[in-house]
């Protein structure tokens, strides 16, 4: 448990109603969408749930939060699983929260303490700078502005990066030659592109992309949901996708990823964003995230990622077979 004196990030209370009995809390299930839910639908039920523990007592969990898709997952509960096996800090999991913006969203208004963000997503996305190629540069704006705006720390890199993969099938690449992006650009008019939902909204996404290789598609883009982008790509419902360059079913599926010849995409080092107040409310959390330090490299997340998307196993049972290749299977406080 933390240590007393030291009082966990306050969160906004909701209504909430607790019951007679001390430490019970009765609140009436919500229902709602998964499916492009709104920003302050999905905070309203965030801050729900923690005001709940804060009307009935007792002390706060830290709380991990991800995105809504396989590596966030797995990175997630990651996090999570680590602080709670080198620590006695308390541990709650938020995970599959959304996009980036609805993370992000969650971080600074403090429905979640941490979650592991890509510092190119940030410094487009969030921050709307155009792309920049130097990581260094991108690392050192990002920490130096999350701190201005939101008192928001980075900890260091986990030791991969996950830039955007421009992918064509395999038999595609072979038959008509193709290496790069810009190897493909001639091709395009005839093609029929995939992009998920937020590819096509972001600063670094489709419109950039398509200005920096004038790429001209003939038929309208699909969009659909990242998990389903390859099998669509495999299946010729499309011609090219934008995919994750860490995602296990590129090479399960047999796709070619084109090389980014033109350095347009910005480096995507995975990092955890922490929120300052919860760092000083758990000493222990700053030292067991930098331990968490280039731990994963490119292709062991990939392994990671095929073993739950291609393989069908559960992230939680993937994560703990490799907090215990780390740490030992017998470990924890």
């Not at 299930?29 to 923690?50: D, E, K, N, T």
């Not at 920490?143 to 038999?171: C, M």
């Not at 389903?228 to 590129?250: C, F, K, P, W």
Request: aromatic residues 8%.
């Amino acid at each position: 448990m933390a240590r007393r004196g030291l009082r966990p990030p306050r969160r906004g209370p909701l209504p909430g109603r607790c019951g007679a009995k001390p430490h019970r809390c009765v609140a009436k299930p919500r229902r709602y969408s998964h499916r492009r839910c709104g920003q302050p639908v999905l905070a309203l039920l965030l801050a729900s749930a923690s005001a709940l523990t804060a009307a009935c007592g007792g002390e706060r969990p830290l709380v991990v939060g991800s995105k809504n898709f396989t590596e966030q997952s797995i990175l997630g509960e990651l996090v999570a699983g680590w602080i709670e096996r080198t620590t006695t800090i308390p541990v709650r999991r938020r995970l599959h929260l959304g996009g980036t913006f609805i993370a992000h969203q969650a971080l600074i208004g403090g429905q979640i303490d941490l979650y592991v963000e890509y510092t190119g997503t940030a410094f487009t996305a969030i921050l709307k700078h155009p792309p920049v190629a130097d990581p260094d540069s991108v690392r050192r704006a990002v920490a130096a502005e999350y701190d201005r705006r939101w008192s928001l720390q980075w900890t260091p890199p986990l030791g991969f990066e996950n830039t955007f993969a421009i992918l064509v099938r395999s038999s595609t690449g072979d038959s008509l030659g193709l290496r790069t992006i810009s190897d493909a650009a001639p091709h395009a008019p005839g093609w029929r592109p995939g992009f998920g939902y937020e590819f096509t909204e972001r600063e670094d996404g489709l419109r950039g992309l398509a200005r920096a290789y004038g790429l001209r598609f003939g038929r309208e883009a699909r969009l659909m949901d990242l998990g389903l982008l390859y099998r669509a790509l495999a299946s010729e419902q499309v011609d090219l996708v934008a995919g994750n360059s860490t995602d296990g079913q590129i090479a399960a599926l047999n796709l070619l990823m084109l090389e980014d010849d033109l350095h347009y995409f910005p480096p995507y080092e995975a990092a955890p964003v922490v929120r300052k107040d919860a760092l000083e409310a758990y000493p222990q959390l700053g030292p067991a995230l930098r331990e968490l330090a280039g731990r994963i490299d490119t292709r062991e997340m990939r392994a990671l990622n095929r073993a739950v998307d291609v393989d069908g196993r559960d992230f939680r049972e993937v994560v703990r077979g490799w907090i215990d290749s780390e740490l030992g299977p017998n470990s924890g406080t």
